[in-house]
Nanobody, 119 residues
């Protein structure tokens, strides 16, 4: 059974920083892309940042220059360093991972962690 567990969310003030972590556990041969998405009530989930297994990254325009995604392949963990947080960054942040066994891969999601930014 594969699980993704996020940590690091919380309540902060505008301008503060937070670091989210997401660790994949269970029977895993390899992980392709990992990433972070966020969702607020009444809106669709949106991409925040993704990172490939060789470290190529992709960011939403709204977070470029403020957020940094990274991963530790030995620990099956992806991180999201969020700096200069804004009120509009408030959302539930979920991690995603494309987990593989041989040539078969499946998409997994964590349950999410709340990031609340007060203005």
């Amino acid at each position: 059974q594969v699980q993704l567990v996020e940590s690091g969310g919380g309540l902060v003030r505008a301008g503060d920083s937070l670091r989210l972590s997401c660790a994949a556990s269970g029977s895993i041969d390899g992980i392709n892309d990992m990433g972070w998405y966020r969702q607020t009530p009444g809106k669709q989930r949106e991409l925040v940042a993704t990172i490939t297994n060789i470290g190529s990254t992709n960011y939403a325009d709204s977070v470029k220059g403020r957020f940094t995604v990274s991963r530790d392949n030995a620990k099956n963990t992806v991180y999201l360093q969020m700096n200069t947080l804004k009120f509009e960054d408030t959302a539930v942040y979920s991690c995603n991972a494309d987990i593989c066994w041989g040539i078969r891969c499946m998409d997994y999601w964590g349950e999410g962690t709340l990031v609340a930014v007060s203005s």
